[in-house]
Structures are given as C-alpha cells and as structure tokens.
C-alpha cells in the first residue's frame, strides 16, 4: 500500500504586541507594498532560518579555535594509553 502525503494547512499565529511596534510593522509593510501578514511571516521564517542555521555552527574566539587547531597535531603524554597500547592484540593480520 502507497502512502499518502496530504497537504498542509494553513496554520494561524497570533501574538500581543504593543501598538508602538504595530505601527512599526504596518509601515515597513505599505513600503514593501506587503500585507502585514506577509511582512511578519517573511520576518519570522528569516529569523527561524538563521537560528536553526546557527545551531549547526560552533562559534568561537579566533585565538580559542586556532590554539584547538593546533593542539591536534600534538600527542599529549598518555601512560594509559601507552599501556593499553603495548598489551598483546586479539586481533592479527
């Protein structure tokens, strides 16, 4: 049996907000010549968009990423692992 995909809706959003940045949107809107919906929801899927975007990204001071960089080349002194290293392999070629 097929599986079958239905089409999303449309969903519906509402929020507080005060008159101040509701002027603010209309504005920006008439000079987009956009809705006030079409506005807000380009600005909130931007703004979701650059957050899931940051997500995937590690973010850092140059000086921490270029000392991490480099400390990857060089072995630190591990008896531990020396050890585990030198004791017989269960596995041979």
């Given amino acids: ?3 079958t ?3 999303r809706g449309k969903a519906r959003l509402e929020a507080r ?3 101040d940045l509701d002027d603010l ?4 809107a008439d000079l987009l010549e ?5 506005f807000v929801s380009e600005a909130l899927r931007e703004a979701a968009l650059r957050v899931i975007a940051r997500s995937d990204i590690t ?3 140059p000086k921490v990423f ?3 960089m480099a400390s990857i080349d060089i072995a630190d002194e591990s008896s531990e692992l020396h050890t585990l290293a030198a004791l ?3 596995i041979t070629r």
């Fill in 5 to 7: 995909t239905k089409a």
């Fill in 66 to 68: 270029d000392s991490m």
């Fill in 59 to 61: 973010m850092m001071d």
């Fill in 34 to 38: 956009v809705t006030k919906t079409a």
């Fill in 88 to 90: 017989p392999r269960r």
């Fill in 17 to 19: 907000i005060d008159t």
């Fill in 1 to 3: 049996m097929a599986a």
């Fill in 25 to 28: 949107i209309s504005e920006a």
